[in-house]
């Protein structure tokens, strides 16, 4: 892509003489380039414009193969014992009818962590945010907004090879979104990123760092790490943004 290949440009790197660069070279720029590229090259394609990226409802099974194998479905777990046997039990199981024969296939592992992705987004959309719930989705319309606001950061046309993949709630946001983030803690889907080794008790969320559980990352087509931050105001305005933009081209069409 025409913006990737612009980064190699500004860091002087040519792909042919790869071989050739230092550790420190690589540890700055391509490993740490790796992922984001990854995930831009599995969901979009070149267009005249630039850039096309695929919608986050626009959702093949094939696609949550990236995330197969080890460690990326350790990852998906959290460390939590009940969706780690959730998500392995029926792989072991065909491992087994296979009598080590053959490995589990990426289709048949993409299809699992689909059922995982499937079972926490029906409990979320029975978690509402306020009073009256919103239209029956729950935690869900604001998840999907971080998770989508994420997503078009990574895919966007200019390539950035350190996109936020997690967010600071900044004052004065609204109490109803304090409320949100409140109870997608205690469920799991958001996971807080302490700044010190200290802070591990959570009081407040203000001011404080979140991203979310790697499943639902899964789903928002993210990579499966932490990298930088952005406010969650910020984060929420690109949201709205985007979806405004793409209802302004429905109008047209």
């Known amino acids: 892509m025409t913006s990737d290949r612009a980064y190699l440009a500004r860091k ?27 995930i831009r090259d599995y969901f979009s394609r070149p267009s005249k414009s630039g850039l096309l990226a695929d919608g986050l409802d626009s959702r093949p099974r ?3 193969a990236l995330y197969s194998g080890i460690p990326s479905m350790l990852a998906l777990t959290e460390g939590n014992p009940r969706m780690l046997i959730n998500l392995l039990s029926p792989l072991i199981v065909e491992y087994r009818l296979s009598e ?24 979320l959309k029975t978690v509402p945010t306020k009073k009256k719930t919103d239209s029956g989705q729950g935690l869900l319309r604001f998840l999907d907004a971080v998770g989508s606001g994420l997503y078009h ?22 109490p109803e979104y304090l409320s949100a ?4 803690l205690n469920i799991g889907a958001l996971i807080y990123v302490p700044d010190h080794a200290s802070e591990d008790i959570l009081s407040n969320v203000v001011e404080k760092r979140f991203r979310l559980n790697y499943l639902l990352s899964a789903h928002y087509k993210l990579p499966l790490s ?16 985007r979806l405004q933009a793409q209802m302004d081209l429905s109008n047209e069409s």
């Open 181 to 184: 983030i409140g109870k997608a």
């Open 100 to 123: 080590g024969k053959r490995k589990v296939s990426e289709s048949k592992q993409a299809i699992e962590i689909q059922k995982s992705i499937r079972v926490m987004r029906s409990l």
């Open 153 to 174: 950061g990574i895919v966007a046309t200019k390539f950035n090879d350190q996109p936020p993949l997690s967010f600071r709630v900044d004052r004065g946001v609204h």
């Open 226 to 241: 932490l990298d930088r931050e952005i406010s969650l105001s910020a984060l929420l305005e690109r949201s709205q943004s």
């Open 62 to 64: 094939k696609s949550f």
């Open 12 to 38: 002087k790197i040519s792909l042919e003489d790869v071989a050739g660069l230092d550790e420190n070279t690589m540890a700055r720029t391509l490993r740490k380039a790796r992922s984001v590229v990854v």
